[in-house]
């Protein structure tokens, strides 16, 4: 004899709920890894920053430059892509001790998912010392 199907039978509803979830569970398992490369790349720039706001006010007495200040912060970022990382060095008269030597780092991101740029600018540290 042949069987009829029983249509209140609920064997397969487990992997129906399961591929209609997975969609949502893989955008948001990607949005999270894109989240946390964007807050190590903002990490890395803010201590990359912190270098180079030091480097600028330690430097002045032996004769260091903004410039030497932004290799400080190149040389602290080196994990971030080097052609797109901009510093600025602002000296403002740091011939006394007490004056303040400005810092700004930039970098650009991007949260994108599945193509779709969602979010982008730039990540910017602003760092400030007084001069020694």
């Known amino acids: 004899m042949k069987r009829v199907a029983d ?4 064997r397969g509803q487990t992997a129906v709920e399961f591929a209609m979830v997975l969609p949502l569970l893989a955008v948001l398992l990607l949005a999270v890894i894109q989240l946390g ?3 190590n790349n903002y990490v890395t720039l803010t201590d ?13 007495l ?5 410039v030497d200040a932004e290799a400080a912060v190149r040389e602290a970022a080196s994990d ?3 052609t ?3 510093v600025d060095v602002t000296a403002a008269g740091c011939s006394t001790a007490g004056d303040q030597s400005t810092l700004v780092a930039k970098y650009p991101y991007s949260v994108d ?3 779709m740029v969602v979010k982008s600018g730039y990540l910017t ?3 400030k010392e007084r001069c020694e």
Do not use: N, P
């Open 7 to 10: 249509i209140r039978s609920e």
């Open 80 to 82: 971030l892509d080097q």
């Open 48 to 60: 990359a920053a912190r270098a180079g706001a030091r480097k600028a006010i330690v430097s002045r």
């Open 37 to 39: 490369i964007a807050f």
């Open 113 to 115: 998912l599945l193509g």
């Open 125 to 127: 540290s602003t760092m």
């Open 84 to 86: 797109k990382l901009q």
């Open 62 to 66: 032996a004769g260091g430059t903004t």
